[in-house]
């Protein structure tokens, strides 16, 4: 059975040389060496290997001609590091009704100011308003590569988001993280404790606060299409 297509992409094949710092890499496309817009800050080191095979998007303005979307994964298809093109992908999941645990929800606002944080989503659902924040999952785990996992480095923002949903939860409000495992074959998700041992301490206390902890997965084909791999993902924490 085919899967969902949420996005098509202009994709153009490139080739992984350096990175540079957090949000620049170099990359080879038609044998020119260009700079690249990396807008995931995790450390991507499974993904990061020179000469590695990737998939890059033309982009208008800035210091950077391109987005590196994808790098080139298990069958051909591309693990998505690019949080834009998770993000919008994930959207539109929702809005074409794929999202079980967000059945009949819409979008109502974006970057909701919480504390001293701000959080990726609300939701408006049947039973009320859902704060809601969005993590990437681009680490693979596990003895056969099935799990999905979050973060590779540490990271205090991630910290502090996840205890603002506790204490929404706390205070009575419907709360939820998900993780976007953006990687082909991945059935599962867990946290990675040795990338963040807070982190991995923090969902546990979450979830016995209440709040909601999802993961989905999705894949690039080669072609440009951004597929719906799995509309849940079994989570561990």
Not at 113 to 120: A, E, Q, T, Y
Not at 151 to 168: F, K, M, N, Y
Not at 219 to 232: A, T
Request: glycine residues 8%; charged residues 30%.
């Amino acid at each position: 059975m085919a899967k969902p297509v949420l996005l098509t992409l202009k994709v153009i094949p490139c080739t992984f040389l350096k990175r540079l710092n957090r949000f620049v890499a170099l990359v080879e496309i038609n044998g020119e060496t260009r700079k690249a817009l990396v807008t995931n800050t995790g450390r991507l080191e499974e993904f990061m290997i020179p000469g590695r095979k990737a998939f890059c998007v033309p982009k208008e303005g800035g210091k950077t001609d391109f987005v590196l979307v994808a790098f080139e994964d298990e069958e051909g298809k591309g693990a998505v590091i690019d949080t834009r093109t998770q993000a919008k992908a994930f959207e539109k999941a929702v809005e074409l009704g794929l999202v079980p645990w967000l059945k009949d929800c819409s979008i109502k606002k974006k970057e909701i100011k919480v504390g001293s944080s701000r959080l990726d989503y609300l939701f408006e659902c049947p039973g009320g308003d859902v704060y809601a924040e969005m993590k990437s999952a681009v680490l693979r785990g596990g003895e056969k590569g099935e799990y999905a996992m979050y973060p590779d480095c540490p990271s205090t923002r991630g910290q502090r988001h996840i205890r603002e949903l506790i204490e929404l939860s706390k205070a009575g409000k419907r709360a939820m993280i998900f993780f976007i495992g953006a990687m082909p074959g991945v059935e599962k998700f867990r946290p990675y404790e040795k990338g963040d041992p807070e982190i991995a301490r923090l969902l546990k206390e979450a979830r016995k606060a209440g709040v909601e902890i999802h993961a989905l997965s999705i894949s690039l084909l080669p072609d440009g299409k951004i597929v719906l791999e799995r509309p849940e993902l079994e989570v561990e924490v």
